[in-house]
Every structure is written in C-alpha cells, then in structure tokens.
C-alpha cells in the first residue's frame, strides 16, 4: 500500500500537480520545489503571499550541497543531533524553483524522516515543498481530521496513508544558520 501511494503522489509531483501528504511533522501541501510553476499552486490555495518563504524537503544531508551555496560545516552536526524535526534556513539558495526562495535568497530546508516522504523524494529525484496543509492565516491542523475542505479539494491528489492517525502533530523547529556558522532560533 505505501509504495501505491508513492507512485500515485509521484505522478501527480511529475506533472507539476499539488499533493497533501502526511510528514515526520504535521500534513503538508507539496509540490515539485523546481517547478516555479507548481510553487505558485501553492500560494494561490493556501491565500498566501509570495513574500513568505516556502519549506523544502529532501531525504538525506548528502542533497544539501545541490540547493545550497554553501553549507556551514556546523549543519550537519545539527541535523545529526537534532531531537525533534528541524528546519534549517540556509543562505545562498539556488537549482531550486525562483518563487521557492525568499527575497533575502535563502530557502528552509528540513532532512525528512518518515518512510513515505523519503520514498517519495528518492523516486522523485528532486526536492519537495512541504508547506502546513492550512489556509495562510488559519491554525495549522494537528492532524488530517483537522484540515479543512477547501484544502483537500484544491489538490490534485490527497495521499491516502496516515490519515487516521489522530496523534497531534506539531511543526518542525525553525533556526536560521548564517554562512559563518552563527544561528539563531525562529520557532522552537
């Protein structure tokens, strides 16, 4: 059944589609972090403004050097010890989607643990968007009983894998790590 699921979300990741989709966090809408195209999908349904920067995934630390300039020796020990999913806000973003990326040219990116989402991302071969399955000021759902209607119906393909776990959720944390190693926390 996951690997079902894995193709389905694949193909709709293929063809520049949205997917709501379960994480090592909370759900998430997603997209082909490349596609300038699908990235705009995702502001126009959440009602979000371009201005805010978008989350990435990838399935292990070796990826990093792919989307960012340059990669803080510190990074990975973070990552390695990090208890709870962390996202890490990197300058110097790049081979990733222009309206994916904030104005100040960094881009959030968070190593993915959770079986579905690393499979996806191995298949895909490429970075995913992973932004709260909610409309941009509204909570974000603890879990999948908790997104509303207009989210479900605005995506192309609602990923059909713990959708009954009720375990509340919660985002990842957020630091932002400057080139020279300095960090400082945006969500905890």
């Known amino acids: 059944m996951l690997r079902d699921e894995v193709n389905k979300a694949l193909e709709i990741l293929k063809n520049g589609g949205l997917i709501l989709y379960p994480t090592d966090t909370i759900w998430g809408i997603g997209c082909d972090a490349t596609n300038a195209e699908a990235v705009e999908k995702v502001f126009k349904l959440k009602g979000r403004s371009e201005e805010k920067s978008l989350i990435v995934l990838i399935e292990n630390d070796n990826k990093l050097q792919s989307y960012v300039k340059e990669v803080p020796e510190i990074a990975y020990d973070l990552i390695e010890y990090a208890e709870n999913p962390l996202t890490i806000?990197?300058?110097?973003?790049?081979?990733?989607a222009t309206n994916a990326i904030a104005k100040d040219?960094?881009?959030?990116?968070?190593?993915?643990?959770?079986?579905?989402?690393?499979?996806?991302?191995?298949?895909?071969?490429?970075?995913?968007?992973?932004?709260?399955?909610?409309v941009s000021g509204e909570a974000s759902p603890a879990n999948f009983s908790e997104i509303s209607d207009t989210i479900k119906q605005g995506v192309d393909y609602v990923v059909d894998w713990e959708q009954d776990n009720m375990a509340k959720k919660?985002?990842?944390?957020?630091?932002?790590?400057?080139?020279?190693?300095?960090?400082?926390?945006?969500r905890k």
């Not at 806000?89 to 990733?96: C, P, R, T």
């Open 105 to 134: 040219g960094s881009i959030g990116i968070r190593i993915v643990k959770h079986d579905f989402c690393e499979q996806l991302i191995q298949r895909f071969k490429k970075p995913i968007i992973s932004t709260s399955a909610n």
């Open 89 to 96: 806000i990197y300058s110097g973003a790049k081979n990733l």
């Open 170 to 186: 919660k985002a990842s944390t957020i630091m932002k790590l400057e080139p020279g190693g300095l960090f400082s926390f945006i």
